[in-house]
């Protein structure tokens, strides 16, 4: 069985050679063979990235009532501070981290539990086309409870920016419902984008709402310190872990009664950070068009015995978006014999189960390396 997910088909899309170097290059150990590699140093923009999903998952998992929410439950950022990339993280980021958490529990969550019920979180699925297996893991999956309806919700962190547009052809999105209906028997309503938006950074500032504020000291027995969102005369910027109205305090809960303080004052601050697109839906014609295509591709793959099916995207070697994180392992010879022993590589981790198990069956059917160019 050959197996695919939206991470490797879109490595695919950006350059070949990137893919290969993702999960088809091979390493022999024994008897067993363990498929591709990643930067030994995940970037941070990942780091970050999977923290905040990790404390989502765990947020959106707990089965804490609303109220006990409402009184600050850590399971969610206890959780987070205790992954490894939490460490890569500098101060702001890990503020940033706990604010966006806080926040979506704080705005969202609560109008989703009122709405939705939950069907499963990160659930792992698959399904399978001509010999192909497709291998997908939603955020959430919802039920409307007035309707029955079930909704697909994702998250995405987003910088500077937000579109609606972007995802109407966005491949997750697509891919991953008609993954949840070939799975559950049932039609999948549609999907949604949340969006969490991590502000932006000037002369090495990071500038956010639920991470700095500015605050006017006060004076004993006259006046009480003064608190404002934006920028004013007279006012210092301060870090929100500091906020302290009624009782000081510090970190989360800091930051989660400086999110509840502005909910009551400037509402459409903390709306404007979770913007959620318009509905999604599953274009079927085109995934009918995209499986046709994409199953021969894998199966080409498949049968790959020497670098043939992988041509490299020179444009993608350093692109706008920056550099390729295969770019030493492409193009520097001593790297290229053997990426792991340079230290820059290590093998990938498997995240699907279906990649672990097939992976256990079909070890050491075949290894071949890419030579340097």
């Not at 930067?39 to 109220?67: D, M, Q, R």
């Not at 503020?95 to 958490?101: E, F, T």
């Not at 000037?202 to 504020?213: A, F």
């Not at 004052?265 to 295509?293: A, G």
Request: glycine share 6%; proline share 7%; charged share 25%.
């Amino acid at each position: 069985m050959l197996l695919v997910d939206r991470t490797r088909i879109e490595a695919d899309w950006t350059c070949p050679r990137k893919r290969y170097w993702l999960t088809e290059y091979q390493i022999s150990q024994g008897n067993r063979t363990k498929r591709g590699i990643v930067p030994a140093n995940t970037p941070k923009p990942l780091a970050f990235g999977i923290v905040v999903h990790e404390g989502l998952e765990k947020l959106t998992s707990c089965h804490l009532t609303l109220e006990e929410r409402k009184l600050g439950a850590r399971p969610p950022l206890d959780h987070m501070a205790s992954l490894p990339e939490w460490k890569m993280l500098d101060q702001d980021q890990q503020w940033l981290a706990q604010a966006l958490v806080i926040g979506f529990g704080e705005e969202v969550w609560p109008q989703w539990v009122t709405q939705y019920e939950k069907v499963s979180i990160e659930q792992e699925l698959e399904f399978e086309h001509e010999g192909v297996m497709y291998m997908c893991r939603p955020d959430i999956l919802l039920r409307e409870r007035k309707t029955g309806d079930l909704w697909y919700p994702d998250f995405k962190t987003f910088g500077a920016g937000w579109s609606n547009r972007k995802w109407a052809y966005a491949l997750q999105q697509h891919l991953t419902i008609l993954a949840c209906e070939k799975a559950t028997g049932e039609k999948i309503t549609g999907s949604w984008i949340q969006g969490l938006a991590k502000g932006t950074r000037r002369d090495s500032k990071m500038y956010h709402p639920l991470v700095y504020g500015w605050r006017k000291h006060g004076s004993p027995g006259l006046y009480t310190t003064a608190y404002a969102p934006k920028r004013r005369p007279g006012f210092e910027r301060f870090p929100v872990v500091e906020y302290d109205v009624d009782q000081p305090t510090s970190g989360a809960e800091a930051i989660r009664g400086w999110i509840r303080m502005l909910r009551k004052r400037h509402p459409e601050i903390v709306s404007n950070l979770f913007p959620r697109t318009q509905p999604i839906f599953l274009k079927r014609e085109m995934m009918d068009e995209f499986l046709t295509q994409r199953t021969k591709r894998e199966k080409e793959i498949g049968n790959a015995v020497d670098m043939t099916p992988f041509p490299q995207t020179f444009s993608a070697c350093e692109s706008t978006y920056g550099t390729c994180p295969y770019l030493e392992a492409c193009w520097v010879p001593t790297v290229n014999r053997d990426p792991i022993k340079s230290g820059l590589y290590v093998q990938r981790t498997p995240h699907h189960e279906a990649e672990r198990t097939v992976l256990r069956v079909n070890a050491g059917k075949y290894n071949f390396k890419v030579v340097a160019e």
